[in-house]
C-alpha cells in the first residue's frame, strides 16, 4: 500500500502541474483578452479626441488650426500604433494561451488512462491476496491470479512511463511557451511605448512653437478686417485702451456718435486694408518659426 | 440698416469663438476624462494580471516562480505609473478643461449686455426716425429723442468695446489655454511612456534569461526526489528513453514488475540523492546567469 502512496504523490504533483496551467493559463487568457479590449477601448476614445480635434481646428484661425491638425495627426499616429498592438497582443499573447486548452485536455487524458491502469493493477493484486487468503491451496487459479497481477503490473509501468513522458514534455513545453507569451507581451508593449514617446516627442515642440500672437492678430483682423473697416473706428475710443490693441496709433481720438459715422467711412477703410496686409506680412515672417513641413497647414 | 449689419457680423464671430469654445471643450472634457477612465481600466485589468502572476509563480518551480515575480513587479510597476498618469489627466488636462464652463458664461453674459444696448440703440433711432417723419414740426420732442439716441449710441459704443476687450481677452487666455492643456497632456502622455519603457527594457532580460533548464531539472527532481526514489526507478526502462531525461545512465537496464521492486528499494535510495544533489549543485551554478538581485527570488 506504500507503494501506491507514493504512487499517489507523484500522480499529484503532474496533475497539479496540468491543473494549475489549465486554471492560471484560462485565467492569463481571458485577463490579457480583456487588457487588449481595454487598449482597443482606449484606442476609440482617443480616435474621437483626433475626430474633435479637427473639427475644432477648422473653426480657429490658420496658425492654431495648423497647430491642432498636427496635434491631432500626431495623436492618431499613436492610435495606429495602439491598433497593431492590440493586434498584435491578439495574435501573439491571447491565441497561444487560448490554444493550450488542447494541450492540456491530451495530458488530462493521459493521467486518466493511468489512473485507470493502476486501478486495475489494484484491483488485480486485491483479488491475488483473497485467493491466497481464502483458497492457498488452488495453486491453478493463484497462478492465473499472478499472471493478471503481472501483466497488470507491467501495463502500469508502461502506463506511467507514458505518463511522465507527457507531463515531462508538457511542463518543458509549458515553460518554454510561458516565456515566449510573456516574453512576446513585453516585446508588442515595449514597441508600442517606444513609438508613443518617438511621437509625443514630436508632437510637444510642434504645439509649443504655435504662434498664440499671431493667432491671436489674425483673429483680431477678422473681426475689423473682412467686416469691419466701419467696426474698427468702434473699437478707437477717446481714451486709447491697451485692452484694445488694434487702436491704430495713426487714427485720431474720435466720438463714437452714430451721426458722424458716414463721412469718416472712406478713410478708415484704407486704414483697415494697411492694417490686414500688416498682419499678413507679419505671417509670412513668422513661418520660419514653425516646425512642421507646410503642407500639414493644408 | 448697413451699420447694424456689419455689427452683426462682427458680434457673430463674437459669438461663434464663444459658443465654439464652449462646445469643444465640453467635448474635450468628457473625452479626455473617458481617456483617462479608459486609462484607469486598462491599469485594473493589468493590476489583476499582476495578481494572477503572483498566484501562478507560487505554484511554479524556484526558477520560475523568481522569473514570473520579477515580471509581475515590473509589470506592477507600469500599472503605478498609469496611476500617475491617471491622476496627472485628471488634474492638468480634465480639471482646467471643465473650469472653462464659469469662463465661457461670463462671455456669453457680455455679449449679451451688448445686444440688449444695442437692440435699445435701435429702438431709439427707430422711434426718432418716425417723430421725423410724422411731426417734423414738433422740435422739442424730436430733440429729446436726438439726445435719446445719442445717449443710446454711447451706450453701445461703451458696451461694444466692453464686449471686444473681454472676447479679446477670452480669445487669448482660450489660446493661451489649449496650447497649456494639449502641453500638458502630451507631457504627461510621455513621462508615463517613457517609464514604461524604461521598466519593459529592464524586464525583457529578466524573463529572457530564465534558466527553463534549471526550472525543468527542479521540477524532474520534485517528481523523483522528494516522493519518489521508488518512482525513480520506474523511469527507468529495458529501452531508455530520451525523454525521460533523468534516467541515470548508472543504473541497470530493469525490469517494472512489481514483485521485484521491494528488494531494489534501498539502493535506489542513494542513487536518487545522487542525483538530487547534481541537481542542487547544478542550480549554484546557473545562478551566475541570472539579472535579478538575489532577494527577489524569495
Known amino acids: 500500500m506504500n507503494i501506491v502512496l507514493f504512487r499517489d504523490s507523484q500522480v499529484?504533483?503532474?496533475?497539479?502541474?496540468?491543473?494549475?496551467?489549465?486554471?492560471?493559463?484560462?485565467?492569463?487568457?481571458?485577463?490579457?483578452?480583456?487588457?487588449?479590449?481595454?487598449?482597443?477601448?482606449?484606442?476609440?476614445?482617443?480616435?474621437?479626441?483626433?475626430?474633435?480635434?479637427?473639427d475644432f481646428a477648422n473653426t480657429e484661425n490658420p496658425e492654431m488650426r495648423a497647430t491642432l491638425r498636427n496635434f491631432a495627426e500626431d495623436l492618431a499616429k499613436v492610435q495606429d500604433y495602439r491598433q497593431a498592438q492590440v493586434e498584435r497582443l491578439e495574435v501573439k499573447v491571447v491565441t497561444p494561451l487560448k490554444l493550450y486548452g488542447a494541450?492540456?485536455?491530451?495530458?488530462?487524458?493521459?493521467?486518466?488512462k493511468f489512473t485507470r491502469t493502476r486501478n486495475n493493477e489494484i484491483k488485480q493484486l486485491e483479488k491475488l491476496e483473497k485467493l491466497r487468503q481464502k483458497s492457498p491451496w488452488d495453486r491453478q487459479t493463484i497462478s492465473q491470479a499472478e499472471t493478471s497481477v503481472q501483466k497488470a503490473s507491467v501495463d502500469t509501468s508502461r502506463t506511467t512511463r507514458q505518463l511522465v513522458e507527457t507531463v515531462d514534455a508538457f511542463q518543458k513545453q509549458k515553460l518554454k511557451d510561458l516565456q515566449k507569451i510573456f516574453l512576446d507581451f513585453v516585446t508588442i508593449e515595449l514597441a508600442f511605448h517606444t513609438k508613443a514617446v518617438e511621437v509625443y516627442?514630436?508632437?510637444?515642440?510642434?504645439?509649443q512653437n504655435c504662434d498664440l500672437?499671431?493667432?491671436?492678430?489674425?483673429?483680431?483682423?477678422?473681426?475689423?478686417?473682412?467686416?469691419?473697416?466701419?467696426?474698427?473706428?468702434?473699437l478707437v475710443d477717446t481714451t486709447p485702451s491697451v485692452a484694445v490693441p488694434w487702436s491704430l496709433p495713426g487714427q485720431p481720438a474720435q466720438s463714437t456718435i452714430r451721426s458722424q459715422?458716414?463721412?469718416?467711412?472712406?478713410?478708415?477703410?484704407?486704414?483697415?486694408e494697411e492694417d490686414l496686409e500688416a498682419?499678413?506680412?507679419?505671417?509670412?515672417?513668422?513661418?520660419s518659426h514653425r516646425t512642421r513641413a507646410p503642407q500639414s497647414e493644408n
Open 103 to 112: 494541450q492540456i485536455k491530451q495530458t488530462r487524458a493521459e493521467i486518466k
Open 261 to 272: 459715422r458716414k463721412e469718416e467711412e472712406e478713410s478708415e477703410d484704407e486704414a483697415a
Open 201 to 207: 516627442s514630436s508632437a510637444f515642440p510642434t504645439l
Open 279 to 287: 498682419s499678413l506680412g507679419g505671417r509670412g515672417r513668422r513661418a
Open 213 to 234: 500672437d499671431r493667432d491671436l492678430e489674425d483673429f483680431r483682423a477678422k473681426m475689423r478686417g473682412v467686416y469691419g473697416h466701419y467696426d474698427a473706428r468702434l
Open 12 to 54: 499529484r504533483i503532474m496533475e497539479n502541474t496540468v491543473i494549475d496551467a489549465e486554471k492560471y493559463f484560462g485565467q492569463f487568457c481571458s485577463l490579457l483578452a480583456a487588457y487588449a479590449r481595454k487598449t482597443a477601448r482606449l484606442r476609440d476614445k482617443a480616435d474621437q479626441v483626433v475626430l474633435r480635434l479637427i
